[in-house]
């Protein structure tokens, strides 16, 4: 029986978003990576092989700051598209790098990283406000991407 002296901790992590200023991120979720299977005939069986790579899409839930304006996304999604001018930037002006980087139990030794291409967000959730609630006030943000590197 396999046994894990010292499991890795699911909260040793950071996001950098290339050009933007550090934020803080409650959970992050990696893009699946996913290649098409394409099927081929060869006498009285199918022969698989794979196909297109795809590759979902990067969410991260954000803690909004409690000291001030925090319009670092939404100035980010004008940019990809504004409805007050009626078109968007260019793909090279607003696509970025992301990379997500995850920590040893010491929080500063990095044993994974995931670089994530050519992303751009695509989505934010609305935000909830109850006056009963003492949550943090939380933003979910979809970024789309081009392509991963994991190492």
Known sequence: MAQI??????????????????FLAQEVDIP?????????????????????AKFGTL?????SSATGPDNW?????????????GGGDLPSNYKRTVVVEQFLNDGVTVINSWVF??????KING??????????????????????DHF
């Not at 290649?35 to 196909?51: A, P, Q």
């Not at 969410?59 to 803690?63: F, Q």
């Not at 291409?117 to 695509?122: L, N, T, V």
């Not at 006030?137 to 991407?145: A, S, Y």
């Open 5 to 22: 002296p010292n499991p890795r901790k699911t909260f040793n992590f950071s996001i950098a978003v290339a050009g933007l200023n550090p």
């Open 32 to 52: 699946d990576f996913d290649i098409d299977v394409t099927e081929h005939g060869d006498t009285n069986h199918d022969i698989k092989t794979g196909g297109r």
């Open 59 to 63: 969410k991260i839930k954000k803690i």
């Open 73 to 85: 996304i939404w100035n980010w999604m004008l940019q990809v598209q504004n409805v007050f001018t």
């Open 117 to 122: 291409y050519g992303s751009w967000p695509s």
């Open 127 to 148: 935000v909830s406000f109850k006056r009963t609630g003492s949550d943090n006030t939380m933003e979910d943000i979809e970024l789309q991407v081009d392509e991963p």
